[in-house]
């Protein structure tokens, strides 16, 4: 078997910038990262497809796989990480600097490390016996489109029983999230002099109507929906953005608003879009062809597993620490399209994720390791 050490596995993908970002001067390729990983994957005899992304040059795929047939355990996660402030990092960020019982570094748990920590897991296991598979994906641009996790899902050529995605949980089982939308309202008015507002149409005066039909539908949502798995339990509105006009004495003629919801399961993004027209109906009939509303990225849907679900009451037992539900997005609800239970899992706290210092706790190792171990022995090991 090849020889494999967690630290010197983790310098070297933390090594690799693989930044995604929306704004190009930021965004970065995935491939060298992608292409380690199919290196790491290689040696422990799984059989690697590495496959590019449909219209987006230099974003990758990795799916290895280990054993035959459909079934078995996905362990998932990303290879991409967000982009940092230098003026804030007292680390070098690609560099992985060991201090105390940390190691720093941008992706050490958000969350290019959790690869490192499935070779761990795996490297000194006997895959001969393998009753079904096991297969490992790593995807693209999470941290922006999730264009990686929509085509695996788009796809559908694999069909796993189990789903572990290991995003920084404190090692808690995750077995449900909020979705994520972020939304855009432009109002277009007439400009104008000042002296005389009946001679154009003032886009800030309309948009403050709108922003008076949202913060009625923000009230709704919280008497009309209720999930108490949630901390906080409605679908929320946040009006997030405003821009417009460009002068006191000009009657304004555009005016933007960025605004998000968070989607709970049961209560989808389409379910809440036709909410928000609804709502902005009266104003919309008053002036026709005025609002325009677009997506700032497409919808990202709520996730939920069943609690009761052998996964998730796997999961429970070995760590120790019942599931919950969490607020944040991750790549879940496209891996639940699979077919499969599904349950977020994985070292380190969400706390210090798109934080400066970024950070593992190193207690984390041997609990992370030794619960990899067993999820891959009672989901793909014959007895």
């Given at each position: 078997?090849?020889?494999?050490?967690?630290?010197d596995?983790y310098?070297?993908?933390?090594?690799l910038p693989?930044i995604?970002?929306?704004?190009?001067s930021?965004d970065?390729?995935?491939?060298q990262?992608i292409?380690?990983?199919?290196?790491?994957?290689?040696?422990?005899?799984?059989?690697?497809e590495i496959t590019?992304?449909?219209?987006?040059p230099?974003?990758?795929?990795?799916l290895a796989?280990?054993?035959?047939g459909?079934?078995?355990?996905?362990?998932?996660g990303h290879?991409?990480?967000?982009?940092?402030?230098?003026?804030?990092w007292n680390?070098?960020p690609f560099?992985?600097?060991?201090?105390?019982?940390?190691?720093?570094?941008?992706?050490?748990?958000d969350?290019?490390?959790f690869?490192?920590?499935?070779v761990?897991?795996l490297k000194?296991?006997?895959l001969?016996?393998?009753?079904?598979p096991?297969?490992i994906?790593?995807t693209?641009?999470?941290?922006?489109?999730m264009?990686g996790?929509?085509?695996?899902?788009?796809?559908?050529?694999?069909?796993?029983d189990?789903?572990v995605i290991g995003?920084?949980?404190?090692?808690?089982p995750v077995m449900?999230?909020?979705?994520?939308?972020?939304?855009?309202?432009?109002?277009?008015?007439?400009?104008?002099?000042?002296?005389?507002?009946?001679?154009?149409?003032?886009?800030?005066e309309?948009m403050?109507?709108?922003?008076?039909?949202l913060?009625?539908?923000?009230?709704?949502l919280?008497?009309?929906?209720?999930?108490?798995?949630f901390?906080?339990?409605?679908?929320?509105?946040?009006?997030?953005?405003?821009h417009?006009?460009?002068?006191?004495n000009r009657?304004?003629a555009?005016?933007e608003?960025h605004?998000?919801?968070?989607?709970i399961?049961?209560?989808?993004p389409?379910?809440l879009?036709?909410?928000?027209?609804?709502?902005?109906?009266?104003?919309k009939?008053?002036y026709?062809?005025?609002?325009?509303?677009?997506?700032?990225?497409?919808p990202?849907?709520?996730?939920g597993?069943?609690?009761?679900a052998e996964?998730?009451?796997?999961?429970?037992?070995?760590?120790g620490h019942?599931?919950?539900a969490?607020?944040?997005?991750?790549?879940?609800?496209?891996?639940?399209q699979?077919?499969?239970?599904?349950?977020?899992?994985?070292?380190?706290h969400i706390?210090?994720?798109h934080?400066?210092?970024?950070?593992?706790?190193?207690s984390?190792v041997?609990?992370?390791?030794?619960?990899?171990?067993?999820?891959?022995?009672?989901?793909?090991l014959?007895?």
């Amino acid at each position: 078997m090849a020889s494999f050490n967690l630290l010197d596995m983790y310098r070297d993908i933390i090594a690799l910038p693989s930044i995604s970002s929306t704004d190009s001067s930021w965004d970065q390729s995935n491939e060298q990262v992608i292409r380690l990983l199919g290196d790491w994957f290689s040696q422990l005899g799984f059989e690697v497809e590495i496959t590019e992304l449909p219209d987006l040059p230099g974003k990758f795929n990795l799916l290895a796989t280990k054993g035959q047939g459909d079934g078995g355990l996905l362990l998932a996660g990303h290879t991409d990480t967000v982009p940092f402030d230098p003026g804030r990092w007292n680390k070098d960020p690609f560099k992985l600097t060991e201090e105390g019982n940390r190691i720093y570094g941008l992706g050490t748990i958000d969350m290019k490390g959790f690869f490192a920590f499935i070779v761990e897991a795996l490297k000194d296991m006997d895959l001969s016996k393998l009753d079904k598979p096991i297969r490992i994906l790593a995807t693209a641009d999470e941290e922006t489109t999730m264009a990686g996790a929509r085509a695996i899902a788009s796809a559908m050529a694999i069909k796993p029983d189990y789903a572990v995605i290991g995003e920084p949980t404190g090692l808690v089982p995750v077995m449900m999230h909020k979705g994520h939308m972020s939304e855009a309202i432009r109002v277009t008015g007439k400009s104008g002099h000042s002296s005389d507002p009946a001679n154009g149409v003032n886009a800030l005066e309309i948009m403050n109507q709108v922003m008076g039909r949202l913060l009625d539908l923000q009230r709704q949502l919280k008497e009309k929906y209720a999930n108490p798995h949630f901390k906080v339990p409605q679908p929320t509105l946040n009006l997030g953005h405003i821009h417009g006009g460009d002068s006191p004495n000009r009657i304004c003629a555009c005016c933007e608003l960025h605004f998000d919801m968070r989607p709970i399961p049961g209560v989808g993004p389409d379910e809440l879009l036709g909410l928000l027209h609804h709502a902005l109906a009266p104003i919309k009939e008053q002036y026709p062809d005025a609002l325009e509303l677009t997506h700032l990225h497409e919808p990202i849907p709520p996730y939920g597993t069943d609690p009761d679900a052998e996964l998730v009451r796997a999961a429970a037992e070995l760590t120790g620490h019942p599931a919950e539900a969490v607020n944040y997005c991750t790549e879940a609800p496209f891996i639940n399209q699979l077919g499969c239970q599904t349950i977020v899992l994985g070292p380190g706290h969400i706390a210090q994720a798109h934080q400066p210092d970024e950070y593992l706790d190193l207690s984390f190792v041997q609990p992370t390791v030794a619960v990899l171990q067993r999820l891959v022995s009672r989901f793909c090991l014959s007895n």
